[in-house]
């Protein structure tokens, strides 16, 4: 219970930006991971705020110590590999501090470690990584690294503006600059298609018949022929609510490609009519009005359709072709630019 205390207290003082009571508490405290953990997060909200960068500095450089002495206890693989990419978040949060202060080089040396960390598969690292290359003028490598994420399945709209960056800095304008970002785009176009077909599944979709929150019976099967992405969420999931507005521009950009979209209302904790269709509607404002709503049916301690498909976490996605097969599913949010790209080269991929 002391324990407990401590941590409650490091944790509300953390969030007060409290530094003598913040520090007063966490020198009680010996666990590396909570350590870690702790000093980051403090480093972090601090250097958001531009608050005592030279202090979130100290604060941060404690959270890599303290992740490495994690390290040095023998550990299992699969929590070894936590442990890593817990410090290529911390990497992260130290480099974001020394750009602020103006050490790009440390910056870049940092965040590249980070990415490493992520085997280059993260795409916030990965821009970072550009980004502090261009802060510290280092165009040639900027424009090199832009270049084989964005053909690499890695492009976003920062890293394209990146890119236009580090490529007018070496050659003194913008000629040729247009043609030669189309031809990296369309390559990392199929390959990142070519990417999602490697992860895809053929399976029978199990089929359902559910309520809409308008009390009209819809059937799975009644859709054979479009292609279906059925959505499960609840009103309680932050992440489900957050990937709202991307799934929104992702309907409208589809719109006339023979696609529907099922949010499938499912895991809330009350479970009347009443309150899961006052929850949806609280949750659900006018911007989402076109959404087209299943309230999962719940028996005993089992949602039916969440069942079927083997729902554990949420926001999950599964995408089904025009012929009923499950071909693939997608798990978390992570930002609107990349579902809103999932979502359409996987129609592209199934239509």
């Known amino acids: 219970m002391r324990t407990q205390l401590t941590h409650s207290l490091i944790t509300t003082y953390r969030g007060l930006l409290d530094y003598d009571n913040f520090e007063k508490h966490i020198s009680k405290v010996n666990d590396p991971s909570f350590l870690a953990r702790e000093y980051n997060e403090i480093a972090w909200k601090m250097a958001t705020k531009?608050?005592?960068?030279?202090?979130?500095?100290?604060?941060?450089?404690?959270?890599?110590?303290?992740?490495?002495?994690?390290?040095?206890?023998?550990?299992?693989?699969?929590?070894?590999?936590?442990?890593?990419?817990?410090?290529a978040n911390y990497l992260d949060t130290y480099a974001y501090i020394l750009n602020k202060l103006g050490d790009t080089q440390g910056a870049v040396d940092n965040e590249v470690k980070s990415a490493e960390l992520f085997n280059w598969e993260n795409l916030g690292a990965n821009e970072n990584v550009v980004q502090y290359l261009v802060n510290n003028k280092q165009f040639e490598d900027a424009l090199s690294k832009s270049e084989n994420f964005?053909?690499?399945?890695?492009?976003?709209?920062?890293m394209d503006s990146l890119y236009k960056v580090a490529y007018i800095a070496l050659n003194g304008d913008d000629t040729g600059l247009h043609q030669a970002l189309e031809n990296l785009k369309n390559a990392g176009n199929l390959s990142y298609i070519e990417e999602l077909k490697k992860k895809m599944i053929s399976m029978p979709a199990p089929d359902f018949s559910l309520k809409d929150d308008e009390g009209n019976?819809?059937?799975?099967?009644?859709?054979?022929?479009?292609?279906?992405?059925?959505?499960?969420?609840?009103?309680?999931c932050g992440p489900c609510i957050a990937s709202f507005p991307a799934m929104l521009k992702a309907m409208n950009e589809l719109k006339g490609e023979d696609v529907v979209?099922?949010?499938?209302?499912?895991?809330?904790?009350?479970?009347?009519?009443?309150?899961r269709?006052?929850?949806?509607?609280?949750t659900l404002d006018d911007k989402f009005a076109d959404f087209r709503v299943l309230i999962d049916e719940k028996n005993n301690d089992q949602f039916l359709v969440g069942n079927l498909y083997n729902v554990k976490a949420i926001p999950v996605k599964f995408f089904i072709d025009k012929q009923g097969t499950l071909r693939y599913s997608s798990t978390g949010f992570e930002s609107e630019e990349k579902l809103v790209k999932e979502l359409k080269a996987l129609v592209n991929v199934l239509k």
């Open 50 to 87: 531009d608050k005592d960068m030279d202090l979130a500095k100290k604060y941060s450089e404690k959270s890599l110590l303290n992740v490495d002495k994690m390290m040095e206890v023998k550990k299992p693989e699969t929590t070894r590999i936590i442990f890593l990419r817990n410090k």
């Open 150 to 158: 964005i053909k690499d399945k890695y492009g976003s709209a920062k």
């Open 217 to 236: 019976t819809v059937r799975l099967s009644d859709f054979k022929g479009s292609v279906v992405i059925l959505d499960f969420w609840a009103s309680w």
């Open 261 to 275: 979209f099922l949010f499938i209302n499912t895991q809330e904790y009350d479970n009347s009519d009443e309150k």
């Open 277 to 282: 269709l006052e929850a949806i509607s609280k």
